[in-house]
């Protein structure tokens, strides 16, 4: 079996028990910007521990330690607040029957040591971690050196998504004509289609729309996303309420300036349908190549 990106030295983080174990009560996104203002501040705040310990590790490259207690988040939703039916039925797996029980993922970016020192644009890869921080999926990019070093964070890709075994679970694609204004990425559980991100021309946010229900959700764009610091892009019902959240955590002023590699936490009701969990991961990718991928 090939050497899986895990066993590779990559940028990582681990979470601490000093983070605030804040209420998780399901409340209604306001579209009051002092309200968004004021939830943005107490989830920074909140994260200030994670991201200094997440500093100290990435200068040696360890990986995040598998831990008894689940990853606590601030700002996190208990339970669904609308009912979201009509969704394609998947092929069983164990990696869904994982996802069914977990609240938050972590998904790691690896570092590439040729980007650093050769400045070669080379392939991604990523670590998706569960709420106990063990290895769940490992992602890697499939794209030409061509499009890679001439189109740069705009180019197609296609991630494959594979299980601790080796084996093809999922596959990402984004495949854009050229100048094209919209921008989407499909995803597939399986060989079966299960979804579609999207973001039309002139807009900053997201759809996600899960195969077979006509409830998208929206993933809202921070003002500034490219501006650097943390950056939290919140997950929103097709009626506006706040079901997650999908929180990139800034890497230091150093790991900025010489990588592209980043660290997210995608946190969502733990009763949300595993189609949209797998949807929501699938999304980082889009997000990742969109704000936070160097040219």
């Known amino acids: 079996m090939n050497i899986q990106p895990g066993q590779l030295p990559l940028k990582s983080l681990k979470l601490t028990n000093s983070l605030s174990s804040t209420t998780t009560t399901s409340h209604r996104d306001s579209e009051s910007s002092e309200e968004n203002a004021s939830g943005v ?15 100290r590790l990435r200068r040696g490259g360890a990986l995040p330690q598998p831990r008894q207690q689940p990853i606590v988040v601030p700002n996190q939703v208990a339970a669904m607040p609308i ?55 490992y992602c890697n990019e499939r794209s030409n050196i061509f499009s890679r070093e001439c ?16 084996a093809e679970l999922m596959k990402c694609y984004r495949d854009n ?28 946010n997201f759809q996600l729309l899960g195969a077979g229900c006509n409830q998208p959700l929206l993933i809202r764009s921070p003002c500034c996303p490219s501006c650097g610091g943390t950056q939290i892009f ?37 009763d ?3 189609i949209l969990k797998l949807l929501l991961i699938s999304s980082v990718f889009l997000i990742d190549f969109t704000f936070f991928e160097n040219d």
């Open 41 to 55: 501040k107490e989830t920074e705040k909140a994260l200030v521990p994670v991201r200094a310990t997440a500093g």
């Open 177 to 204: 004509p050229c100048f094209s204004c919209t921008d989407y990425l499909g995803t597939q559980f399986q060989g079966q289609q299960i979804g579609l991100m999207k973001r039309e021309c002139c807009s900053e």
């Open 234 to 270: 919140p997950v929103l019902t097709y009626t506006g309420i706040k079901v997650g959240e999908i929180v990139r955590l800034y890497p230091g002023f150093l790991q900025e300036a010489f990588t592209d590699a980043d660290t997210y936490l995608v946190h969502f009701p733990v």
């Open 272 to 274: 949300l349908p595993p």
């Open 151 to 166: 189109c740069g964070s705009g180019r197609n890709f296609t991630m494959e998504i594979r299980d601790l075994f080796g």
């Open 83 to 137: 009912v979201m039916t009509g969704f394609v039925t998947l092929v069983p797996h164990t990696v869904l029957d994982a996802i069914a029980l977990t609240n938050c993922l972590m998904i790691v970016q690896c570092t590439e040591p040729l980007e650093i020192f050769v400045g070669i644009e080379t392939p991604n890869r990523y670590v998706v971690h569960d709420m106990f921080l063990r290895p769940m999926l």
